[in-house]
């Protein structure tokens, strides 16, 4: 049976769930006409409180590490890599178990999980006794639990609502993510001013906690996907790959998701050096700067869930892709505020349309017993991101940020040409 037609068989239910959601229902805001079923209310409500702790957390944790460690950067990196090493190893492993077991009871464990933890972290800092490895390992355990929740949280959006409407659920998921980016940030830096860092974890522990009260409201997504015989979880892991493989649309989108995540997202570690060298900013300029890639995130997400429908899609994931190169290189061009804020909104839109559109395409070809373990490569790309700055972070020494940048921009490009020509069949995406 063609999957996409037990998809929807699957999430007609959703469907009747969101009726008596009239504003929604009637399309006077089309851009959230996902909100009308009121399981993925509950869902995207969590998934914003689960974000706004991870982004909060970020800057909560990092400024901790600096005042245990003496302003070290390499102490830094060390807890950046602690979290994100299980994101890109481990995501597979939580791909399998979102095919395998209850989607809501893996978000629910991981989200509780991270309540707890950093309910831990808090007291520890409270009580002056935190010590640099206890953040290594609590950063490790954050990231293994979160490539666990992540798989099982997007997946299950196609459980949730219908077909028609999985592009703008996924674009409102990202959306949330994005505005979550923007406040995450500033809102853990007032805080730490008044709560010192110890409250803030403690207020962080909570949003974990209202995360995991929006999931127990979710129905959908209580028994297993998979339909065939139990099998060996290695089986499951293997059977996953060979699946991808053997199917050109989705092993194009997969490598549409893993190769920019290595060229296209190296300016966003990279961006507080190039502000240094390019703009000499201060820390308020960093901010700025950082702000306008958040902003031009959210735009595009919203533009995108504003869409009833897109066609060709493949082609224009290509063509999105490519001119997301283009902006790079011309950002690596900038040498002003006027000039680069509007590069960086730009940079912000393209990826977050490209990202967006790309994890809709991958849910929308997936049978429902394997969308966990194919979305579950996607989130790969999470842990990947931060570890593709160091070649790139090397080369800055070298010729600069700016030639670096301009060459990670050349690098998409070439990418996206090249694959063009290879995967001809990937323009006929729909």
Same mark, same amino acid.
């Given at each position: 049976?063609?999957?996409?037609? $037990?998809?929807?068989?699957?999430?007609?239910?959703?469907?009747?769930?969101?009726?008596?959601?009239?504003?929604?229902?009637?399309?006077?805001?089309?851009?959230?006409?996902?909100?009308?079923?009121?399981?993925?209310? &509950?869902?995207?409500?969590?998934?914003?409180?689960?974000?706004?702790?991870?982004?909060?957390?970020? =800057?909560?944790?990092?400024?901790?590490?600096?005042?245990?460690?003496?302003?070290?950067? #390499? *102490?830094?990196?060390?807890?950046?890599?602690?979290?994100?090493?299980?994101?890109?190893?481990?995501?597979?492993?939580?791909?399998?178990?979102?095919?395998?077991?209850?989607?809501?009871?893996?978000?629910?464990?991981?989200?509780?999980?991270?309540?707890?933890?950093?309910?831990?972290?808090?007291?520890?800092?409270?009580?002056?006794?935190?010590?640099?490895?206890?953040?290594?390992?609590?950063?490790? &355990?954050?990231?293994?639990?979160?490539?666990?929740?992540?798989?099982?949280?997007?997946?299950?959006?196609?459980?949730?609502?219908?077909?028609?409407?999985?592009?703008? *659920?996924?674009?409102?998921?990202?959306?949330?993510?994005?505005?979550?980016?923007?406040?995450?940030? $500033?809102? *853990?830096?007032?805080?730490?001013?008044?709560?010192?860092?110890?409250? $803030?974890?403690?207020?962080?522990?909570?949003?974990?906690? #209202?995360?995991?009260?929006?999931?127990?409201?979710?129905?959908?997504?209580?028994?297993?996907?998979?339909?065939?015989?139990?099998?060996?979880?290695?089986?499951?892991?293997?059977?996953?790959?060979?699946?991808?493989?053997?199917?050109?649309?989705?092993?194009?989108?997969?490598?549409?998701?893993?190769?920019?995540?290595?060229?296209?997202?190296?300016?966003?570690?990279?961006?507080?050096?190039?502000?240094?060298?390019?703009?000499?900013?201060?820390?308020?300029?960093?901010?700025?700067?950082?702000? #306008?890639?958040?902003?031009?995130?959210?735009?595009?997400?919203?533009?995108?869930?504003?869409?009833?429908?897109?066609?060709?899609?493949?082609?224009?994931?290509? $063509?999105?892709?490519?001119?997301?190169?283009?902006?790079?290189?011309?950002?690596?061009? &900038?040498?002003?505020?006027?000039?680069?804020?509007?590069?960086?909104?730009?940079?912000?839109?393209?990826?977050? =349309?490209?990202?967006?559109?790309?994890?809709?395409?991958?849910?929308?070809?997936?049978?429902?017993?394997?969308?966990?373990?194919?979305?579950?490569?996607?989130?790969?790309?999470?842990?990947?991101?931060?570890?593709?700055?160091?070649?790139?972070?090397?080369?800055?020494?070298?010729?600069?940020?700016?030639?670096?940048?301009?060459?990670?921009?050349?690098?998409?490009?070439?990418?996206?040409?090249?694959?063009?020509? *290879?995967?001809?069949?990937?323009?006929?995406?729909?």
């Amino acid at each position: 049976m063609d999957p996409r037609k $037990v998809q929807q068989t699957e999430r007609q239910p959703a469907h009747e769930e969101g009726e008596h959601s009239a504003p929604f229902h009637r399309g006077y805001f089309p851009a959230f006409r996902s909100f009308q079923y009121r399981d993925y209310l &509950c869902l995207w409500l969590g998934t914003v409180f689960s974000f706004l702790a991870v982004g909060m957390q970020r =800057i909560t944790r990092a400024w901790l590490v600096l005042r245990l460690t003496n302003d070290s950067p #390499f *102490a830094l990196s060390l807890v950046i890599v602690s979290f994100t090493l299980p994101l890109t190893f481990v995501s597979v492993l939580g791909g399998v178990f979102a095919d395998r077991i209850s989607r809501r009871q893996i978000i629910l464990i991981a989200q509780s999980g991270n309540a707890i933890l950093t309910f831990l972290l808090a007291t520890l800092d409270m009580m002056n006794i935190i010590c640099f490895w206890h953040l290594l390992v609590i950063g490790f &355990c954050n990231g293994t639990l979160a490539a666990f929740n992540m798989p099982s949280r997007q997946s299950i959006i196609s459980d949730i609502v219908p077909e028609q409407n999985l592009m703008n *659920a996924i674009s409102l998921s990202s959306a949330g993510m994005n505005l979550t980016n923007i406040l995450g940030p $500033v809102l *853990a830096g007032v805080f730490i001013v008044y709560l010192d860092t110890a409250g $803030v974890f403690y207020l962080i522990a909570l949003f974990h906690a #209202f995360s995991v009260v929006c999931t127990i409201l979710i129905k959908a997504g209580r028994t297993p996907s998979a339909v065939s015989p139990r099998k060996g979880m290695w089986v499951d892991l293997r059977e996953g790959f060979q699946y991808a493989a053997g199917n050109p649309t989705l092993l194009g989108l997969v490598i549409m998701g893993l190769v920019p995540a290595l060229f296209g997202f190296t300016y966003l570690n990279l961006l507080p050096v190039w502000g240094r060298e390019v703009l000499d900013a201060p820390s308020d300029g960093l901010g700025l700067l950082m702000a #306008f890639v958040g902003i031009g995130a959210l735009i595009g997400t919203l533009v995108l869930a504003s869409l009833p429908y897109l066609k060709r899609r493949g082609s224009f994931l290509m $063509v999105n892709g490519f001119v997301w190169g283009i902006a790079l290189i011309a950002f690596s061009l &900038c040498n002003s505020y006027i000039t680069a804020l509007p590069a960086l909104l730009l940079i912000g839109f393209l990826s977050a =349309i490209f990202m967006s559109l790309n994890m809709t395409l991958m849910q929308f070809y997936s049978s429902p017993e394997m969308r966990g373990r194919i979305v579950s490569m996607s989130m790969m790309t999470f842990g990947i991101m931060p570890l593709s700055t160091v070649p790139f972070g090397i080369l800055a020494e070298s010729i600069g940020t700016a030639d670096s940048l301009k060459f990670s921009g050349l690098l998409l490009c070439l990418f996206i040409i090249v694959f063009f020509f *290879a995967f001809r069949r990937f323009r006929k995406v729909a």
